[in-house]
């Protein structure tokens, strides 16, 4: 886990960069252009651009090595602010939202090339556990982003915040390329790189071989619906309890969820490094209704206290959730791991983007909490109903097993609660 450590450190550094440029570049396009609509457009080119970069991404990682695709990556990013950074006033806006479409392909492939390669850089049984770091690495590396961008953009100017994002992920592309790691498995190393099935159809085949699988892939999907919801419903119900300090509830609650989200992934992934079991379908359904339920909680009105004391509960089931998730999806072979981080990438991506149009609109009408129920509500009901299927077959499977003669051969493992056929997906409990 030494080498992972440091590929950690990297991580956190280029993602510390990103979470700075988010803020730098969305006030930078507004500022030379002075128009909100122009800025809007730049956010959706960046959103659109993840969400076909998720599926393109998947073949990719799936084709090629990782560790060159995620080094490529950073120093394409780093390239194109460097050239925003030379170029005269005139041609920054086309370079703006040139940079979108960039910034919004290469962070897609890193995320699925990073989160396919872990099983192959760790060890299977440790995966749980990179992930604990991983994901903590990020939400670190989120709140110094977001804390300090107001600072360096103030007190230094646009242009030393790209020069500084620029030199993150140069760090980031150095750490990975010194780094003796292998982030494929060693059959598919031996190969000649060709992906069978990697057109769209590929897809397909996979959601029907996987279907538990395609279930927690549409979960996260309409978990983006209801993050977007509360993401926008946050300012305008902090702006209600407190007019005069409309920042003060929503710095409280990303503080007390970064906090939970942490203390979560750091001990589930400890946990289940230890014990050597990774939950699966059942744990996922039943830490997103109380993730969803915890949100629109933090909607209702309560007192502060207990409104945080909310938002520390989303926080730690929110990393619950993720590190099942991940963790899932990358117990499936290597040659359809790609792949299915890529679909998931675009899921959650148009999830997060639909949501925030959609509740964006709503919110004109309504008061917060029936927006972030109803969107909430949604993962609340198909997690109900991913928990019913998985509690039928359950029962179905133990009253096979109890059919058979004493000593007899178990039959129909295939069609165990939760568990595919191991060569298809891995275990889960």
């Not at 396009?29 to 960046?46: D, K």
């Not at 394409?76 to 030379?86: E, G």
């Not at 192959?120 to 991983?134: C, K, Y």
């Not at 020069?163 to 003796?180: E, K, N, Q, R």
Request: overall charge positive; some cysteine.
């Amino acid at each position: 886990m030494g080498h992972f450590r440091l590929l950690v450190i990297g991580n956190g550094v280029s993602a510390y960069g990103s979470y700075l440029n988010m803020v730098a570049l969305n006030v930078f396009i507004y500022h030379v252009t002075g128009s909100a609509l122009t800025a809007g457009l730049f956010m959706a080119v960046r959103l659109l651009t993840n969400v076909a970069a998720g599926l393109i991404s998947g073949r990719l990682v799936s084709r090629y090595d990782r560790k060159r695709l995620m080094v490529g990556a950073d120093l394409t990013q780093a390239l194109a602010l460097l050239l925003l950074l030379i170029a005269p006033g005139g041609a920054r806006v086309a370079l703006l939202f040139a940079l979108a479409v960039v910034t919004g392909a290469c962070s897609t492939l890193s995320q699925v090339a990073l989160r396919s390669s872990v099983p192959e850089i760790v060890g299977a049984d440790h995966r749980a556990r990179a992930n604990g770091l991983l994901v903590t690495g990020r939400s670190l590396a989120m709140i110094a982003g977001f804390a300090s961008s107001g600072v360096v953009v103030a007190r230094f100017g646009y242009s030393t915040a790209f020069a500084l994002d620029a030199a993150t992920f140069v760090v980031s592309a150095g750490i990975l390329f010194l780094l003796p790691v292998r982030t494929r498995a060693a059959a598919a190393e031996e190969g000649d790189g060709a992906d069978e099935g990697a057109g769209p159809s590929a897809y397909r085949v996979l959601l029907r071989t996987a279907p538990l699988l395609a279930v927690m892939v549409a979960v996260r999907a309409v978990d983006g619906l209801g993050s977007s919801s509360h993401n926008v419903a946050l300012p305008i119900y902090s702006d209600s309890l407190d007019p005069a300090h409309p920042a003060t509830f929503v710095s409280q609650f990303w503080a007390t969820w970064a906090l939970g989200n942490i203390v979560a992934q750091q001990l589930c992934g400890r946990l289940m490094n230890k014990s050597g079991r990774t939950p699966g379908e059942r744990a996922f359904a039943v830490g997103s209704c109380v993730m969803s339920a915890a949100f629109i909680l933090v909607f209702t009105g309560l007192p502060t206290v207990p409104a945080v004391a909310a938002a520390l509960v989303a926080g730690m089931a929110d990393g619950f959730t993720e590190i099942v998730y991940v963790s899932r999806l990358q117990a499936a072979p290597d040659e359809q791991r790609g792949r299915l981080f890529g679909l998931s990438a675009s899921a959650e991506n148009t999830g997060f983007g639909l949501g925030m149009i959609v509740s964006a609109a709503l919110l004109d009408h309504f008061a917060p909490l029936p927006v972030v129920a109803f969107f909430h509500g949604l993962a609340i009901v198909l997690c109900a109903a991913l928990l019913a299927v998985l509690f039928r077959r359950g029962g179905t499977y133990a009253r096979r097993r109890a059919g058979q003669p004493a000593g007899g051969p178990a039959q129909d493992t295939g069609g165990a609660p939760g568990r595919e056929a191991p060569t298809a997906e891995g275990h889960s409990t």
